[in-house]
């Protein structure tokens, strides 16, 4: 428990570290008009928050699986991997490199350590894999990471703003003292409206959000060890998720922006729920655009670090671990 709370801050470090670290993308990869962006585990959420941002930015772009790599490479100019270290399981697509005129390698060690033989000796050989690195270099120890996840999202931001910087779509400026307040406040505004998140029946968001939020969910699956909780739309709420949980005991975490027509939202929403048995969890953010995701996940993860406090769970030697070589291996 130490060593995740002691983690947290060195998350917002990270995510503040690479989005003041400059990109050089150059103009062949940034004209690039389809892309496929692909990561598992804790780096599916940043992935997949890519995919979305990169199509906001004026591009064909969708998230592919892992496994989609196995039998033959999707079909996209640019290849998009997220991986902290570099597992087995991420060596599989960037054995297609080849078949991409670019791939972008979003990753914590450089070249230099992926020629060594734990790392496959030569992942760097095709001329067309460029890494894109940033911070911390491991994060060993826990099956829960914080720090990488959210260094790796600033960074598919970032390159999500060199995009649509260069098809001029987005003149949104990184909010750096914005979200640096933000970022070291998490704690505070996360325990101000304290929920137990081991009675979690999902997420709601709103707008773009549902999709950029996908990989918060993570965090509950690896780190309170309970199913995958959804992420549903608020205004989609009322159509099966309300009716899956409404007679009994459940909390909501509401992903809400800091504007008035949110807050209308909020209002209609707290009018549905039974405030008996129903708890919300409201992370709140005034970040623009995707920063509020960074904002959301920091708030979460001092919210997951509160429920292992209450409710102790090995994440050091925790269940099925050393039995996941067959799947987790594949790629070596």
């Not at 070249?111 to 030569?122: I, T």
Request: with cysteine.
């Amino acid at each position: 428990m130490a060593l995740l709370a002691s983690r947290v801050p060195l998350a917002a470090e990270a995510a503040l570290s690479a989005v003041c670290s400059p990109l050089d993308l150059g103009k062949d990869l940034l004209s690039s008009r389809t892309w496929i962006t692909t990561g598992t585990g804790a780096s599916e959420g940043p992935a997949r928050a890519l995919a979305t941002l990169l199509r906001q930015a004026g591009v064909l772009a969708d998230f592919a699986p892992i496994s989609s790599f196995a039998e033959g490479p999707p079909r996209a100019d640019v290849c998009v991997v997220v991986s902290q270290r570099l597992s087995p399981n991420a060596r599989v697509p960037l054995s297609r490199a080849s078949s991409f005129a670019h791939t972008l390698l979003v990753t914590t060690v450089d070249a230099s350590e992926l020629r060594r033989p734990a790392f496959g000796g030569s992942v760097d050989a095709p001329k067309n894999v460029r890494i894109v690195k940033h911070g911390p270099p491991d994060e060993p120890g826990l099956l829960l990471r914080v720090v990488g996840p959210a260094a790796a999202m600033a960074t598919c931001i970032q390159i999500a703003h060199e995009v649509a910087s260069f098809n001029q779509r987005n003149g949104l400026a990184t909010p750096i003292a914005p979200l640096e307040g933000a970022l070291r406040s998490a704690r505070d505004r996360a325990r101000a409206g304290r929920g137990s998140l081991h009675e979690l029946a999902g997420f709601v968001a709103l707008g773009g959000d549902v999709a950029l939020a996908d990989g918060l969910r993570n965090k509950v699956l690896e780190g309170l060890g309970g199913a995958h909780p959804p992420v549903w739309d608020l205004c989609g709420l009322v159509h099966g998720p309300l009716q899956s949980f409404y007679d009994r005991e459940a909390t909501l975490v509401l992903l809400e922006r800091e504007n008035p027509t949110t807050q209308d939202l909020t209002a209609r929403l707290m009018r549905v729920l039974d405030p008996a048995r129903h708890h919300v969890v409201r992370l709140r953010s005034s970040l623009p655009g995707p920063y509020a995701l960074l904002d959301f996940e920091l708030q979460l993860d001092w919210l997951v670090v509160d429920a292992l406090e209450n409710r102790p769970r090995d994440l050091v030697d925790w269940p099925g671990k050393g039995c996941d070589a067959p799947l987790y291996e594949l790629g070596i």
